[in-house]
């Protein structure tokens, strides 16, 4: 039943977002706009099938310490793939995903891809990886490769967004570093406040340093 429950979030994640694109490129929007498309039809349908498989999420609760931890341990890796970047990126002739979205446009939609990149994808995204497909891999194997086997599986929706071998590297231990904090706290909310602080550091180092603000 898991496997089953897991298979139709997954398609209905990657039609949302295959909606949301066709459905830019039929209005003749630009890619940016269409990417916002799909992120918001993909979070909205992923939470409506999760209520409807009546999943139980640990999402609200009293903001303790444990929270400003797990938000602190994900600026840090943050910082840490800003500094392997700094040394295994800047070469790269290809701009990373969130440069490119956040490079032209508006601020207003500047701010919405910035929603959706810290809030929406991150809760999304953590839903289907964590609660649903991780689920799976620990009731078969280990921690140690139900862990692993989560990393590499969340490098499948990142792929076609970047070919660089760096990012595909930091992609793959943020997935393991979010499956580990499921797995230690049993709380979903943990792995997306983690997910959450990675990709806003991401992004105001991004904004500020390329000064896209403007």
């Not at 139709?8 to 909606?19: D, G, K, N, R, T």
């Not at 498989?53 to 310490?65: A, D, N, P, V, Y």
């Not at 499956?179 to 550091?201: G, L, P, Q, W």
Request: charged share 15%; with cysteine; proline share 2%.
């Amino acid at each position: 039943m898991e496997i089953k429950k897991t298979a139709l979030i997954f398609l209905v994640f990657f039609l949302m977002q295959a909606i949301g694109l066709a459905a830019g490129n039929s209005f003749g929007v630009r890619e940016e706009i269409a990417y916002l498309w799909g992120a918001i039809l993909s979070t909205t349908a992923v939470m409506g099938t999760s209520i409807l498989f009546k999943e139980k999420f640990s999402l609200c609760g009293r903001f303790t310490r444990c929270d400003l931890q797990i938000i602190a341990l994900g600026i840090a890796l943050s910082v840490v793939a800003m500094t392997y970047e700094q040394f295994f990126g800047a070469s790269s002739d290809e701009p990373s995903p969130i440069s490119f979205y956040l490079s032209s446009g508006s601020f207003f939609l500047k701010m919405t891809w910035l929603l959706c990149t810290i809030f929406l994808g991150p809760l999304t995204e953590e839903i289907i990886f964590r609660h649903f497909l991780l689920k799976i891999f620990f009731n078969k194997f280990n921690p140690g490769i139900a862990i692993v086997l989560n990393g590499i599986a969340f490098i499948a929706p990142h792929i076609l967004q970047t070919s660089r071998i760096y990012a595909i590297i930091c992609i793959f231990v943020l997935g393991i570093s979010c499956a580990i904090i499921k797995i230690r706290s049993d709380r979903i909310r943990y792995s997306i406040e983690f997910h959450s602080a990675y990709n806003f550091t991401i992004c105001c180092w991004v904004l500020f340093s390329h000064n896209y603000l403007q």
